[in-house]
């Protein structure tokens, strides 16, 4: 029965695993071509994913949550989440950036961003929601931020690290699909979520988008729920 109780903490550690791995393919340019190591470095943070998931339902099912697991969890989301996304953005902002060079280090803003998350995380008592955009998201974001068909400039992509930074210790409340009966008007966020997925569906359909867009433009819409629907409840 004590074997059994360390699966979560094991599955946590395949999380950062999955996460040194795809490093070595986001630089591994010997190994096959940049395209395919960018997409075995996204399919190893999505593999994380959903470890990370896993490791936290199956400590609540077996009742096995400890502190080290709360530790191990964040290590290992810091990995996978944070320094696997930097180096990936970094050498994609490097390939595509000629001009500034300098501004491919804006991408390890991320990781003290991050970090700051993921202790506030561990400090906090536990909520229906999240305080502040989720690691794992922020990071899911930007692993398949290279596979969306947007003409990225260098000034846009500093942009857009800059607002994932805010969000990542911002106080915004972003939706934890956790059950949460004192929470009024949460149907809003499910209908906005609905309508965004909807319309981000047919637009697929329509251009013949890659499914590798799905990732970036599945967060986008997860994000712009949640904003929606703070806007909504203060209203």
Not at 20 to 37: E, H, Q
Not at 43 to 62: M, P, S
Request: aromatic letters at 16%; proline letters at 4%; a positive charge.
């Amino acid at each position: 029965m004590k074997l059994i109780k360390i699966l979560p903490n094991f599955l946590t550690l395949l999380n950062g695993i999955c996460g040194c791995i795809a490093i070595i393919f986001i630089f591994g340019d010997r190994l096959t071509t940049i395209g395919t190591n960018y997409e075995i470095a996204l399919v190893l943070v999505l593999i994380g994913a959903l470890l990370d998931f896993l490791d936290g339902y199956i400590a609540k099912i077996l009742n096995a949550r400890s502190k080290i697991g709360i530790q191990l969890d964040s290590l290992s989301d810091l990995i996978t989440f944070s320094l696997a996304p930097s180096f990936l953005v970094y050498d994609f902002f490097q390939n595509m950036s000629t001009e500034y060079e300098l501004l491919p280090f804006f991408s390890f803003l991320i990781i003290p961003f991050s970090m700051v998350r993921l202790a506030r995380f561990n400090t906090l008592p536990a909520k229906s929601y999240f305080l502040g955009l989720p690691t794992p998201a922020n990071g899911l974001f930007f692993m398949g931020l290279p596979f969306l068909s947007i003409d990225f400039q260098p000034l846009l992509f500093v942009f857009v690290v800059i607002v994932s930074c805010f969000l990542l210790v911002s106080n915004i409340k972003f939706e934890s699909f956790k059950k949460d009966f004192n929470k009024k008007n949460k149907n809003f966020f499910y209908i906005t979520l609905l309508i965004l997925s909807s319309l981000a569906f047919v637009c697929f359909v329509i251009y013949e988008v890659s499914l590798l867009n799905l990732v970036s433009a599945t967060i986008i819409i997860y994000v712009l729920s949640s904003l929606l629907f703070n806007a909504y409840k203060a209203f």
